[in-house]
């Protein structure tokens, strides 16, 4: 019996581990700011931001519980799947069956749930495929509102990202990235910590 191989856990492959020092901001211009004559330029390590910026990290721990999730229920189910073909098989071995008519109901019941099996596979994949595609367009969003309050006064012609090679090489003189991280972080509410205060009011 195939085995159902829930290829969207590969989405959990961008967890990443967490920085638990606290973040101190930084309202100097970075030291990455270029002076004298032609462009200003600067760039943000993306990987340093996965792993520092504090929204980054908490909707990877939600894509990893959601992964976790679907994989144990896809498990369950394929377990259960196989368990019905092994005894269907085990019955045409042994005669189990009283007639034809019998041993092609039950197939034709195995058959189903294969059918339903791979169509959950494909709903959970999409769910994750979603919920990564949200996940992306927020983290663009809050970046690109940050970079433009945050270059209100800084003046950079360009900002660039810096992720792998695809910058082959960089002066630290224009990495902006702790500065950014830590204006993200000190933007950014978690809905947890959102709800807090209202919880506070409703008990006086």
């Known amino acids: 019996m195939k085995k159902y191989i829930f290829s969207a856990l590969a989405i959990a492959a961008m967890m990443v581990s967490c920085n638990n020092a606290s973040p101190k901001m930084d309202e100097q211009p970075a030291a990455g700011n270029a002076s004298g004559a032609g462009m200003k330029i600067a760039y943000v390590e993306v990987d340093s931001l996965m792993t520092q910026y504090d929204f980054a990290k908490d909707y990877s721990v939600t894509l990893q519980k959601k992964s976790i999730n679907a994989r144990n229920t896809l498990t369950q189910k394929g377990n259960a799947l196989q368990a019905a073909v092994n005894n269907f098989q085990q019955k045409i071995n042994n005669n189990g069956f009283q007639s034809r008519e019998q041993a092609a109901s039950v197939q034709a019941a195995i058959e189903r749930q294969q059918r339903d099996l791979q169509d959950l596979q494909a709903r959970l994949e999409g769910e994750l495929a979603n919920e990564t595609a949200k996940f992306n367009e927020a983290l663009r969003d809050s970046l690109q509102n940050f970079l433009k309050d945050y270059n209100a006064d800084k003046h950079f012609d360009l900002i660039l990202s810096k992720a792998g090679d695809n910058i082959l090489m ?33 008990k006086k």
């Open 170 to 202: 960089a002066d630290k003189r224009f990495d902006i990235t702790q500065d950014v991280i830590n204006g993200l972080n000190k933007r950014y509410k978690p809905a947890a910590k959102k709800a807090e205060p209202e919880k506070k009011e409703e």
